[in-house]
Each structure stands twice: as C-alpha cells, then as structure tokens.
C-alpha cells in the first residue's frame, strides 16, 4: 500500500489505511465496478515478483487453462518453482463438451509440463467457478506438511477465483479476499493471506499471473474479449468445408482451405464469437473493407493488436508442402490457436493457410477431443457433436457462401 503515487500500484488514500482489511483504489474499482483500469508493471517486474518463491519453497500450486493449455504452459517458470514441490491445476474443465473424460487427459498433461522443465508431484482438473473438483484438491491440499503455497500460472487462468476456494467466506467480511476479473494482469503483486485448513496454518499467496503477448486474448479490450474468453461450456461448432473455402474466426483468425477433400472442420472457441464462412477468393475483400460490419471483432482499437495477418501454412502428412508447414495427422490433428481455441481437422486430404495476427504463432496437436480423451466417433458422438452446431447455417453443407 502507498498513499504517495496514484498512478502507481497499491495506491489508497490515507483514510482508508485505518480500515481493518483496506483495498487499494484500483482492487476496489474492480471490484465494485469492474473498471480494470491501467497501471504500467514490467515484465520484469512480473518475474521479480514469482522470483520471490525461490526465497521460502513451499508447495505450488502451477495453475493451467483446460481450454487454453498451449497458452497456459510457461517454458520458462521451472527455475521459479527451485526446492518446492509442484501440483498442477487444471482448472476450467467444466467449458470442455461432455463427452471428455478429463481424468483421461492426466498423464497427457503432466508429460507435456514435464517437458518444460517442471517435475510434477499431483494433477487435479477443477472448475474454479463453479467449484466441480475444488474438494477433492482442498482436501489433499490438507495433507500436504509446506507452510506457504503458492499459485502461479498465466494471466486469467483463474489463480484469484481458485484461492478464494480456500478461504472462509466470512474472513474480512468478504469472501473475494484475492481481487478477481476477467481480464488478464489483475494481480499485480504477490499477496498472501493466513488460513486454517484442517488446523493447519497455511499462508496462501496469489501471485502475478506472467502476462504473454503470444496468446491472442492479452491483445484485446474488455468489449472483445467478452465474446472471445469462453462463460459456459463450448458448443462445438461444425462446418462441412470445400477446397477454396474460408473460415473467419471474428477477424482474429482465418482457416483458409485451399486444396484437399471435402470434409468436416469443427471449432473449439468461444460460443459468442462470430463465425463466418465465405469463398476464397472473397476473404481479402471481407478482412480490408467489411471486417467491422461482417466480423464484428477485433474493434477498431484492438485492429492493430489482434487482426489476422500473419499466414502459416499447413498441409496433411504425405503432402508435399512448404518448410515448416503444421503437419496434420492421418487421425487428424488440432491446430492450436493460443488464448483462442483450436480447430479440429479429421485427417483426410487438406492443405491450406491458418492467419493469425503477428507474433501468435498456432501449433499442431492430436486432437483433445477424440484422440487423447477419448477414441473418437462413434456415430452417436457425430450426431451429437452435429446436433450441438450452433445454428442452421453451421452444419453441414456443401454450397458455399
């Protein structure tokens, strides 16, 4: 807290220090009025903070988005996480469709963390928000003997919701004892605040979330990322694509399908984000003179930031294609787009371009859904993955627009 510089984080007025459990201006405008404002804190000083880990190990708790795990996984935190035992929550699993079995995603996940470097003692998938799976970890999180614990992980994984977990309802006449938003950079220091679990003392510290600029949900205002940061549980959404095909993901990326067979394309992301499917040769005219009006997102501030610019080819196993094409897998694959969703292809023939804005660079995976949760395709599934298409227009066809 500072009373000195109210540009500066921790700014209160004097008054208010006498309070017992005091905010700073800005927690206090999130909260009470969900104005984010802004506060210039380094990234520098993003990692200063975390650094302070290394000085009193204890547990971490490593927090990761289910929906946006390429986006969540740090590949620089390990030397941060040095002498202190590490759980990794996955936390969000209530916006995945229902046919994933998370708990088949585990040893997936802690492969994929332990290939950056972080030794993982436990996994547990939770939904923060709506509390599915926060027991079962309050409760092993008891059992554990480190006095401090931390939670690190990306901005907007849901590091604040998750401790206000853990904290009774009643401490400070409040329950949000760690100031929550959507939008990511909230916290900009390290807190901590002292707690019973099980008659064990614990001191619980929400760390900053690592702010990066590679995901495409840190490019946007708060108007844009409402439709691009998922609420409820996505509703997969299935399109029927020829060769000289596009699709547009809002104006935040485009799937153009250049050559290939017909087959089904299906889009994990957000269920407000426009979705709008034209012929090839129509998509420059739509992203240069109609992005607003047909698109909708990014608005105009966010242009510069977000809007898709920037090709990368990919092209199926066999194929030939050009260097460091994403290769797509004979059972498919997910081309991954940070801090968005991905996009499901099935493995038959296809070579095309993925445009995202500058510096989001999308990578290729088996398919989450289908492959690594579960084997796809019974033709229940399929029915029901079609049945769920958002609207009329999305489902399959053939005609193109």
Partial sequence: MQT????????????????????????FRIRHYG??????????EYRAEVAKIREKPGRVIYVLDVFDLAGSILS????????????????????????????????????????????????????????????????????????????????????????????PGDLGGTSETFT????????????????????KTKILFDTPGLVRKERISERLCPNCLAQTVPRARIRPRVFQLRPEQTLFLG???????????????????????????????RADDILTTRQQEVLKIPCRSCQMRALASQPHAFASVGIPAVKGALRIGRRGSDLVLPG??????????????????????????????????????????????????RTVAERPRWSGR
């Fill in 180 to 199: 929550m938003s959507r939008l990511p950079g909230t916290t900009l220091r390290m807190v901590g605040q002292s707690i019973q679990l099980a008659g």
């Fill in 340 to 389: 968005l969703g991905w996009i499901c292809l099935s493995g038959d023939d296809v070579v095309g371009r993925l445009w995202t804005p500058q510096g989001i660079v999308p990578s290729e995976r088996r398919r989450l859904i289908g492959d690594v949760s579960r084997p796809f395709s019974t033709a229940k599934t399929r029915r029901r993955i079609l049945s769920t298409s």
């Fill in 4 to 27: 000195v510089d109210s540009t500066q984080p921790g700014y209160v007025v004097q008054s208010a220090l006498s309070r017992d459990h005091p905010l700073c201006r800005r927690c």
């Fill in 76 to 167: 620089d935190i390990a030397p941060y996480f040095e002498g202190s035992a590490v759980d990794v929550v996955v936390n969000k699993i209530d916006l995945l469709p229902r046919e994933v079995k998370v708990h088949r995603l585990e040893t997936w996940i802690r492969q994929t963390v332990q290939a950056s470097g972080v030794k993982v003692a436990r996994v547990f998938f939770v939904s923060a928000q709506s509390g599915q799976g926060v027991d079962a970890w309050k409760a092993a999180l008891t059992q554990v003997t480190e006095e401090f614990v931390y939670a690190v992980g990306a901005a907007n994984v849901g590091k604040s919701t998750l401790l206000n977990r853990l904290v």
């Fill in 35 to 44: 104005d984010f404002g802004e506060v210039s804190v380094s990234p520098e």
């Fill in 251 to 281: 104006g935040l990326c485009r799937f153009d399908f250049e050559h290939g067979k017909p087959q089904s394309v299906v889009l994990y992301v957000s269920n407000e984000l426009p979705i709008h499917r034209t012929k090839l040769e």
